[in-house]
């Protein structure tokens, strides 16, 4: 798996949150912060090759969270988490 292909996934999960958001703004907040969390992640080329359960357990917790109301999040969601943990992220 490519950074560019996650890249490319998260810039659809923002396309996402802007045509289909979260009710709440807080959600909303949370989504755009694990979103930057992402992309430090991948900026910082010493860290990718160091495994942060966090950023996989917050975007599995994402998943859980927005199943039900948002499926189609949920499912960019879990390409981004299957995407994380091929990267060993």
């Known amino acids: 798996m490519t ?3 996650l890249q490319e996934q998260l810039d659809h999960l923002r396309h996402q ?3 289909d958001p979260p009710a709440s703004p807080e959600d909303r907040e949370e989504l755009e ?3 930057r969390d992402i992309e430090f992640q ?3 080329e010493d860290a ?3 495994r942060d359960g966090s950023l996989v357990e917050g975007v599995n917790l ?3 969270r927005f199943e039900v109301s948002h499926p189609t999040m ?6 981004i988490m299957n995407s994380l943990s ?3 992220i």
């Open 17 to 19: 949150l802007d045509q």
């Open 74 to 79: 949920a499912g960019t969601l879990r390409s």
């Open 86 to 88: 091929s990267m060993g």
């Open 62 to 64: 994402a998943v859980e």
């Open 33 to 35: 912060l694990l979103i």
């Open 42 to 44: 991948l900026a910082n």
């Open 3 to 5: 950074t560019s292909h």
């Open 48 to 50: 990718t090759h160091t």
